[in-house]
């Protein structure tokens, strides 16, 4: 039990507590964590119990970057889920996503290409509290040339473009 490393940043609120600096071609990564340990134990754990205000996880990158930032590679983990986020119980008074697309060129700001063959659902929103709030909100705010919602059907030969079903008092 214990710690192999521990390092108390108490009395040094201006020191980093771990720098890995590096330049030049790199052919591996600056930190690996390999295990082939079984349990339910976290692998990476960050635990806060402040007011704090900053980002927990701060990424910067340069223009010339054209890597991805986080990249999640499931391989066979067929029950793992790859993102689950958590908006508690209590009261939210911020967004849970945000995405800022503010920059100019023609990438879509999000994408989801399933090539999937099961039966599964590529989008799935359920809702079941009771919320006064729209479940899409879709808002122009400026001189927008395209569509709201673009349905193309090409080669489905058996799927509705829209289909809604109504049930319980209304």
Known sequence: TGNAIHLDLDSAV???GLRVEGSGVRTQPYLELISDSTGSAHYFDIDIDGAGSGNVIDIVTSTTFTGSLINLNLNSSTGGVAITIDGSN???TANLVNITNDGSGNTDVAEIADSNTGSGHVWDVNV???GSGNV???TYSAADTGNAINVVMADAVAG????ITGAGAR
């Not at 509705?160 to 289909?163: D, G, I, M, Q, S």
Request: glycine share 6%; net charge negative; no cysteine.
């Open 160 to 163: 509705a473009a829209l289909n």
């Open 136 to 138: 899409l909100d879709i």
């Open 128 to 130: 079941s509290g009771i």
């Open 90 to 92: 209590e009261a939210r």
């Open 14 to 16: 201006a020191m980093t």
